[in-house]
């Protein structure tokens, strides 16, 4: 059974604070649901409140590095990237600075609906020259990726995960280092952030049938430059990337590119494709775009030679009402 951990980020963070006294933390109106509430209590001289004005934070936050400050910015995806994008782009990415962009509740884990989906965040950060993308995958990777990140030069945007988290690696996290779970020959599945557990459930029970299934979790999509991975990748004859954010511009377009120079295995990308997706709760979202355990399963059995008929499982043809999101401004 895997065990989960309780607001690892939050205590990361305090401890963060008390090693680096050029340690800062802006938040807007999200102190707490981004768990930066215990570094703001412990350390009121190097908190910020700046209030929901995210394109003047980011100004703020600018500001403070070029002073000497490694400032840390906690949002929401949305509020992290895509609201304050010009800013991060013209005064954080353009002079290098080095901000750390904290994105939480990304893609289709949002309690918060349509507005509060963060399916391009990843894309965003990664066409920025200077930026670091990184997403995490489990509590080890909240609880160390502050310390992985200090001493990087230029800004980082960290695709995070928060409240009760898996925890799946004994390991810190290291950037532009995969994790390897599972050997393979023949299939690899490569899976980012949020996806991981299932994954890791879903591959697991398949191994029996199909040992040569392999399974990775990409923590760094820039720089994606893991020699490891890419000794994986050129040995197996099919990849399946695996991601909660629109494949045009994450996980399946970052091996894409690689693969254009890199010829080797088929890629199947399993993600949000080109469309604006819908409410609803995470399962049913899941399900809905494909993401599900069965949709996994499906496309690994495809790749090792079995066809069979997507519409048995697609949850877009079946007989079922979303189950919409209930309480949301309590469930942010």
Known sequence: MVSVKVKPFFTALEQHGQLHEDVMVVTNDLTSSCEADGFANKFPDRYISAGMAEQSLVLTVAGLAREGFKPIYPS???????????????????????????????????????????????????????????????????????????KLQGPVYVRSLRGNVPTHF?????????????????????????????????????????????????????????????????????????????VATGLASTVAMYLATNPGPRLIPMGISDTFTHGGSTDYLFNYYNLGSKHLTFEIKKAFGELGDISKISSKNMNSKPTLTENVAEGL
């Open 76 to 150: 929401f995806a949305v509020f992290t990237t895509r609201r304050p994008y010009e800013q991060i782009a013209l005064t954080i990415a353009y002079p290098n600075l080095p901000v750390r962009l904290f994105g939480f509740l990304p893609g289709l884990t949002t309690p918060g609906g349509v507005s509060h989906q963060a399916i391009d965040d990843l894309g965003l950060m990664r066409a920025l020259p200077n930026m670091t993308v990184i997403e995490t995958a489990d509590s080890t990777d909240m609880e160390s990726i502050l310390e992985a990140t200090y």
């Open 170 to 246: 004994k390991e810190p996290i290291t950037i532009g280092r995969c994790r390897n779970i599972f050997d393979g020959k023949e299939v690899l599945v490569l899976v980012s952030g949020s996806l991981t557990s299932m994954a890791i459930e879903t591959i697991e029970a398949l191994r029996h049938s199909y040992p040569e299934l392999g399974l990775i979790c990409v923590n760094t999509l820039k720089p994606f430059n893991d020699a490891f991975l890419f000794t994986r990748i050129a040995a197996v004859s099919t990849v399946i990337t695996l991601e909660n954010h629109l």
